[in-house]
């Protein structure tokens, strides 16, 4: 057995697996030569050709993913363009997770992409209490500038028009962790970017959060009470079937709100746009 | 009556919101704002063996007359059983 380490958001995450698994250019930069923390997941990877019956009950279902019912929750997953479900685990509330898979699906589970598509990311952040944030993730004189958005409403383009006229870094183009730390909310880079395929590993204290909106101008306004809450809780991956994921999520996206600026950015795709939202940070 | 569905209630910037969770999710989207009094009845219907125990003990709660309190409640009700969220535990199906 082969043990490969990534660190992505402070998190040590261990997989055990039958071969040393296979990095694309986003996990490479997030892998690690051991343990690098003291908040440490477990992911054991094992074969298997006896694949459970599902519980009757489905709590949630996606295009690749199964939650059903039970004692402790099952889940299953099914590779892009597979048959049916290849993978399975339960959902407790460990740091630590053992998954199986139909032996026919070794390639896929042989690389550092497939055992984290299999793993439930938002899941493993969240035994940390962190949380899976929709929007593109630009660094801005050291400090984390979010533009969120639901697919398709230019948060990547924001922050690529950042990068073209403010000498700003495009983090990631799709995704961020955040994290409340003592010293404020914690923005982290990660290897899951969407298809930006930007995903710097890099951690900044959060500045401002963004809501784009398409518009003929270039306006700002500041989100306050539900509003702001709303920004923050509609684009967190949440597992809506866990309770205890809801609370904390309400709790979480209150605190953000109650923390952080929060603003509706109307905006055309220009120089214009980014020289609003720079006049509002200053 | 009891409730058939699962929401968690929450109060964010002074509003009641009633969020879905488990297999309500399957079926609800999105978030319900609730009012004040509506927020009351949905946190203890569940406790009341009737319509009338709940009007007593929202007259407690809020400065209202029994009777308004009594339509409030059946009107909020109407539209949770109509929505699924509840059901009647009365073999009667008046409560």
């Known amino acids: 057995m082969y043990e490969s380490h990534y660190n992505i958001a402070g998190i040590s995450i261990a997989i055990t697996a039958n071969s040393?698994?296979?990095d694309d250019d986003a996990y490479r930069l997030y892998r690690t030569d051991g343990i690098t923390s003291d908040q440490i997941y477990r992911i054991t990877m094992e074969p298997s050709t006896d694949r459970p019956k599902p519980s009757c009950t489905c709590l949630f279902q996606n295009e690749l993913n199964w939650v059903f019912d039970g004692p402790v929750p099952q889940h299953f997953f099914r590779v892009p363009h597979g048959k049916g479900p290849c993978a399975w685990d339960l959902l407790d509330d460990t740091n630590e997770k053992k998954i199986f898979y139909l032996p026919e699906a070794e390639p896929y589970f042989s690389t550092a992409l497939g055992v984290f598509n299999a793993s439930g990311f938002e899941r493993i952040l969240y035994?940390?209490?962190?949380?899976?944030y929709h929007c593109s993730y630009v660094d801005y004189e050291g400090r984390a500038i979010l533009f969120s958005a639901p697919s398709g409403g230019g948060k990547t383009t924001q922050g690529l028009l950042w990068e073209k006229y403010a000498n700003a870094t495009l983090i990631n183009g799709d995704r961020a962790v955040l994290e409340a730390s003592e010293a404020g909310i914690l923005c982290h880079g990660l290897p899951i970017a969407g298809s930006s395929g930007v995903f710097i590993n890099r951690t900044l204290p959060l500045a401002a959060i963004f809501t784009v909106?398409?518009?003929?101008?270039?306006?700002?306004?500041?989100?306050?009470?539900?509003?702001?809450f709303l920004a923050v809780y509609s684009q967190l991956t949440i597992n809506l079937w866990n309770e205890a994921f809801v609370q904390d999520?309400?709790?979480?996206?209150?605190?953000?709100?109650?923390?952080?600026?929060?603003?509706?950015l109307s905006c055309t795709i220009s120089e214009e746009a980014v020289n609003t939202v720079r006049a509002c940070l200053s | 009556m009891k409730k058939i569905e699962t929401f968690v209630l929450r109060t964010i910037a002074g509003e009641s919101i009633l969020v879905p969770t488990g297999k309500t999710t399957l079926a609800f989207n999105g978030m319900i704002t609730l009012s004040?009094?509506?927020?009351?009845?949905?946190?203890n219907l569940e406790n009341a063996e009737s319509a009338e125990?709940?009007?007593?003990?929202?007259?407690?709660?809020?400065?209202v007359d029994k009777e308004t309190v009594l339509a409030d409640i059946q009107e909020f009700t109407d539209q949770l059983i109509q929505a699924k969220m509840v059901a009647y535990t009365d073999p009667d199906k008046k409560w």
Request: charged fraction near 25%; aromatic fraction near 12%; charge should be neutral.
């Open chain 1, 213 to 228: 909106k398409k518009a003929p101008e270039n306006t700002v306004r500041r989100l306050k009470g539900k509003e702001a």
């Open chain 1, 127 to 132: 035994q940390f209490n962190r949380y899976l």
């Open chain 1, 249 to 264: 999520a309400l709790d979480f996206s209150m605190l953000v709100a109650e923390r952080i600026p929060i603003y509706e």
């Open chain 2, 36 to 43: 004040e009094t509506a927020a009351f009845i949905w946190e």
């Open chain 1, 20 to 22: 040393n698994l296979a």
């Open chain 2, 53 to 63: 125990a709940l009007a007593t003990m929202m007259t407690s709660e809020f400065s």
